[in-house]
């Protein structure tokens, strides 16, 4: 059985149900406690305040899932991982939860604030417009970057809300 016929997918080193942020959350695949609560009305762009370390997940390819959490054409996209921290040459990809009836800005899906070439050659990934992917890349010294996320509703053409996560080259 493969992750696909489960309705799972792979979060890092975890197996988790997209469907269910809750189980992502308590997975073990964070570094930092959560510092609101799921159930917290104030926040429904942010369910998680972790940090994803791109190297714990192996490989030259880092994934961090974005979910839907409201959908339609006012859609909201969330992040469980507000810290994303990657070393040069990993290739970082952000994916949604919903595959059909939204997708990423094909340019600025992922919109790296001030990026001076510490990330590079963003698009989507293979031709997936539900996936947005950055290369980390050689840098002197680390750089912190927020990004805007840049997702769109197909059916109405609104871009969903969502709030500032970061991305961190540590170079090396």
Same mark, same amino acid.
């Given at each position: 059985?493969?992750?696909?016929?489960?309705?799972?997918?792979?979060?890092?080193?975890?197996?988790?149900? !997209?469907?269910? #942020?809750?189980?992502?959350?308590? =997975?073990?695949?964070?570094?930092?406690? %959560?510092? +609101?609560?799921? &159930?917290?009305?104030?926040?429904?762009?942010?369910?998680?305040?972790?940090?994803?370390?791109?190297?714990?997940?192996?490989?030259?390819?880092?994934?961090?899932?974005?979910?839907?959490?409201?959908?339609?054409?006012?859609?909201?996209?969330?992040?469980?991982?507000?810290?994303?921290?990657?070393?040069?040459? !990993?290739?970082? #990809?952000?994916?949604?939860?919903? =595959?059909?009836?939204?997708?990423?800005? %094909?340019? +600025?899906?992922? &919109?790296?604030?001030?990026?001076?070439?510490?990330?590079?050659?963003?698009?989507?990934?293979?031709?997936?417009?539900?996936?947005?992917?950055?290369?980390?890349?050689?840098?002197?010294?680390?750089?912190?970057?927020?990004?805007?996320?840049?997702?769109?509703?197909?059916?109405?053409?609104?871009?969903?809300?969502?709030?500032?996560?970061?991305?961190?080259?540590?170079?090396?």
């Amino acid at each position: 059985m493969n992750a696909k016929s489960t309705g799972l997918h792979a979060v890092g080193r975890c197996m988790a149900p !997209v469907a269910t #942020v809750a189980t992502v959350l308590l =997975a073990g695949c964070m570094s930092q406690p %959560a510092s +609101k609560s799921l &159930d917290n009305p104030i926040a429904p762009r942010i369910l998680g305040n972790y940090t994803v370390e791109c190297e714990k997940q192996g490989g030259n390819e880092c994934s961090v899932p974005l979910i839907i959490t409201q959908e339609g054409a006012n859609c909201t996209v969330a992040y469980v991982f507000s810290r994303i921290e990657t070393a040069r040459n !990993v290739k970082v #990809v952000w994916y949604l939860n919903k =595959a059909e009836g939204y997708e990423f800005d %094909a340019t +600025k899906g992922i &919109d790296i604030k001030n990026n001076n070439g510490a990330f590079d050659s963003p698009g989507h990934n293979g031709g997936r417009k539900h996936q947005f992917t950055w290369k980390a890349g050689p840098v002197a010294s680390p750089q912190t970057r927020q990004y805007d996320i840049v997702v769109k509703h197909t059916a109405s053409g609104n871009t969903c809300a969502f709030t500032d996560p970061t991305i961190f080259n540590r170079g090396g």
